[in-house]
C-alpha cells in the first residue's frame, strides 16, 4: 500500500572507483521515484565515457518531471556516501542541487521505528531487489525495503 502523504522520495544509489569526489570518480548512479518506482540510470563512465554535464542535466531534468516542480528528497542507505557523488556532480556540472543540503537515511528511520537507535542495519532483510551493485537494482531494493516499512513490516 502506498502512503499518499509521502512523495517526491527519490531513492538514489552510486557506485564509484573512490571514496569521495576529490579521491576518486563516480562511474554511474540509480535512481528511483516513491511512489511511482519510476527510474533513472545515470551512467558516466563505461566504454565510452559520457559527458558528465548531460547526464546531471537529464537527471535534474527528470526529478523536475517527477517531482512536478515540488522539493524532492533524497532517500539512500548510506547518503554520507551517496549524496556526496550526487552533490558534487551537480554543482560542478549545472551549478545547482535540486535535492538541496540535506538527506535522508533508510537506517535513521528504522531505528526510529522500533525504538532502538543502534538498531540501524536489520532493514536491509526487507530487500526484494537483490542487492548487487547494480545502483538501480539497489535503488530499488531499498524503495521495497521502505515500503514495506511503512506498511508495518519490521
Known amino acids: 500500500m502506498v502512503n499518499e502523504n509521502i512523495k517526491n522520495l527519490i531513492f538514489v544509489d552510486c557506485e564509484a572507483d573512490g571514496k569521495s569526489p576529490s579521491t576518486g570518480r ?8 516513491y511512489p ?7 551512467i558516466l563512465v563505461d566504454k565510452n565515457p559520457a559527458k558528465e554535464k548531460e547526464v546531471f542535466e537529464k537527471f535534474d ?5 517527477i517531482t512536478k516542480g515540488e522539493r524532492p528528497i533524497f532517500v539512500s542507505d548510506n ?6 557523488w ?13 535535492f538541496g543540503h ?3 537515511r533508510i537506517g535513521d528511520f528504522y531505528a526510529g521505528l522500533t525504538g532502538d537507535f543502534n538498531n540501524s ?4 532483510k526487507l ?11 539497489d535503488a530499488m531494493g531499498n524503495l521495497e525495503a521502505f515500503e514495506r516499512l511503512l506498511n508495518g513490516e519490521r
Not at 542495519?121 to 536491509?124: E, I, L, P, T
Open 61 to 65: 531534468k527528470w526529478i523536475a518531471d
Open 121 to 124: 542495519n536489520s532493514w536491509k
Open 86 to 98: 550526487i552533490n558534487d556532480g551537480f554543482w560542478r556540472t549545472i551549478g545547482k542541487n535540486p
Open 127 to 137: 530487500r526484494i531487489t537483490p542487492h548487487d551493485h547494480n545502483p538501480v537494482n
Open 36 to 42: 511511482s518506482r519510476v527510474t533513472f540510470h545515470g
Open 79 to 84: 547518503p554520507a556516501f551517496d549524496w556526496q
Open 102 to 104: 540535506s538527506a535522508r
Open 26 to 33: 563516480m562511474t554511474e548512479f540509480g535512481a528511483v521515484a
